[in-house]
C-alpha cells in the first residue's frame, strides 16, 4: 500500500518538517528521514533516482541509503530493467519488516490488537474480551507481548502503539474523557502503562472514527481526498474529521461528536446531559425500534415472515432482506433515518464545508438504498443548488478501518520524523 508520484520540493518531502537549525545531526537526520519517505511514497528507486528527486548530492544519498539498509529499514532488490547497456541500478525498496506498528481498537465488549509492517500489511491480530476495563493497560501489555512473540517479531522493531477508543479524548493528558460506549473510568491513566513498558515508543490514544476516517483517506474509495466526513453508526453515532489531510481534533479533543448534536430538545434524554441526540434518534437501535412500531400498529410487512414471528429476530439483515423485496413498512422507517441523519450531517456541511460523506458502522450493512436515501434527504436541506456531483459514499476499506487508520497515522508521523531509529533521531 503505497503512494505514488509525490515528489520533494525544496528538499523536504510533502508532510515534513524543514529544520530550522544549523545543527549538522538534525540536517544528516532529517535527509535520512527524507531519503526513506521517498522511497516509500514511490516504491522503489535507484540512489541516482533519489538523487534528482531530493536534491541531495550523489555521495549524501549513498551514504544515507548504507544508513538505512543497516538499520534493516530499506534492502535492495536487485538490477533496474533497462534497454541501454552499461551497469544497471540497484533498485531499493523498503523492508516490510524492518519496523512494524501495533493498533489497538477498544470496544464495548472487546478490544482488537493489530500489527502491521512498513507498508501497513497486517502482520497479526488477536481479539480480546473486554467487559470490565479496570486493567486495561496491563492487559494490553500482556496481549501484545504475545501477540509479537505469535509472529516472531522483535520487539526493539515496534515503531509505535495506537489506541482507538469510541470516546472524547483530552489530548493534552492522553485520557478518556468520556464514553457513552467503554465500561472505563474517566481519567484512567492506561497510556502512561503502555509508554512504561515501551520507552521511547511513540504512544497515541485517538478517537476511533477519527482513526477509521483516516484509513478512508488513504485506502478507501475516495483515497486520496483531503477533506472527509466519516459517520460511523452503530448504537451510537460517531465521526471523524479530515481537514487538508489531517485528522481535525478541535482545541480539546471534542471535534466531530455529530451524535450529540440536538435534533430535537424535546426529545428523549442522553446520558450526555442533553435531549433528543442524533445518537438517541438514527442511531441501529431506533431504526430497529421504528420497525417494530410498525409492526405492532398492524401495517403489513413482509418482515413477518422473514422473522417467523419473533420479534427479537428484527436486526439489520432482516431489515436489508425486507428493503431487497420492496417492503413499504422498511423503506419508511429507513428514509426516516436517513432523513434525521440528514438534519445532523447538513449541519457539519454547513459549516465545514467537506468534499464527501463517508458512512460506515453497521447502518452501512443496509447498502445502496440507504445511502441513495440520505444522498435524496441532504440534497433537499442542502445550502444552495446541488452541484450533481455525488457526497455520500459507502465506507470500502476492508478489515478493521480503526486500526488499518491508527497504522497509517504511526506510519505518517514515523516518516515525518528526522531520527526514524537512529541515534541521532529526536
Not at 480539546?252 to 435531549?275: K, L, W
Request: net charge neutral.
Amino acid at each position: 500500500m503505497t503512494r505514488k508520484g509525490l515528489r520533494a520540493e525544496n528538499g523536504i518531502f510533502p508532510g515534513g518538517e524543514p529544520s530550522m537549525t544549523a545543527n549538522l545531526q538534525q540536517v544528516k537526520a532529517a535527509n535520512r528521514s527524507l531519503i526513506f519517505g521517498s522511497i516509500h511514497w514511490h516504491g522503489m528507486l535507484s540512489r541516482a533516482g533519489l538523487t534528482e528527486m531530493t536534491r541531495l548530492s550523489p555521495t549524501t544519498v549513498s551514504s544515507l541509503v548504507d544508513e538505512l539498509i543497516g538499520l534493516g529499514l530499506v534492502i535492495e532488490r536487485g538490477p533496474a530493467e533497462t534497454r541501454t547497456s552499461g551497469r544497471k541500478p540497484v533498485m531499493l525498496t523498503i523492508n516490510p519488516i524492518g519496523g512494524f506498528f501495533a493498533s489497538v481498537e477498544l470496544t464495548q465488549a472487546h478490544f482488537d490488537l493489530a500489527l502491521y509492517d512498513l507498508n501497513c500489511v497486517e502482520l497479526g491480530l488477536t481479539r480480546k474480551k473486554a467487559t470490565r476495563y479496570a486493567g486495561i493497560g496491563a492487559r494490553l501489555i500482556r496481549a501484545l507481548e504475545s501477540l509479537m512473540l505469535e509472529c516472531g517479531l522483535e520487539p526493539k522493531r515496534l515503531q509505535g502503539i495506537c489506541v482507538g477508543a469510541p470516546a472524547i479524548i483530552d489530548p493534552e493528558r492522553k485520557v478518556i474523557l468520556i464514553s457513552t460506549v467503554l465500561p472505563i473510568r474517566p481519567g484512567t491513566e492506561f497510556l502512561a502503562e503502555l509508554q512504561s513498558r515501551f520507552p521511547g515508543i511513540p504512544v497515541r490514544l485517538e478517537n476511533e472514527s477519527g482513526l477509521r476516517c483516516y484509513a478512508e483517506m488513504e485506502y478507501g474509495a475516495l483515497s486520496g481526498m483531503r477533506d472527509l466526513l466519516y459517520i460511523d453508526i452503530d448504537e451510537g453515532i460517531g465521526s471523524g474529521l479530515i481537514l487538508d489531510g489531517r485528522i481535525y481534533r478541535g482545541s480539546t479533543g471534542r471535534a466531530g461528536e455529530i451524535g450529540h448534536v440536538s435534533i430535537d430538545y424535546d426529545g428523549p434524554a442522553c446520558v450526555c446531559g442533553n435531549q433528543g441526540c442524533l445518537e438517541l434518534l438514527a442511531n441501529v437501535p431506533a431504526l430497529i425500534r421504528r420497525v417494530i412500531d410498525g409492526m405492532e400498529s398492524g401495517k403489513p410487512s413482509a418482515l413477518r415472515a422473514i422473522i417467523a414471528g419473533h420479534q427479537g429476530r428484527v436486526n439489520l439483515e432482516a431489515i436489508r432482506e425486507a428493503l431487497e423485496l420492496g417492503d413499504s413498512l422498511a423503506m419508511q422507517a429507513v428514509d426516516e433515518t436517513a432523513r434525521l441523519l440528514a438534519v445532523g450531517i447538513n449541519s457539519v456541511l454547513n459549516i465545514l464545508n467537506p468534499r464527501a460523506v463517508v458512512i460506515g458502522g453497521r447502518m452501512a450493512e443496509l447498502g445502496q438504498p440507504f445511502i441513495d436515501r440520505l444522498e435524496d434527504h441532504l440534497a433537499r436541506i442542502a445550502l444552495g443548488p446541488s452541484s450533481g456531483v455525488k457526497r455520500v459514499h459507502r465506507s470500502a476499506v476492508e478489515g478493521n478501518a480503526a486500526t488499518l487508520g491508527g497504522a497509517r497515522l504511526l506510519l505518517d508521523e514515523y516518516l515525518r520524523q528526522p531520527g526514524l531509529g537512529g541515534e541521532d533521531g529526536p
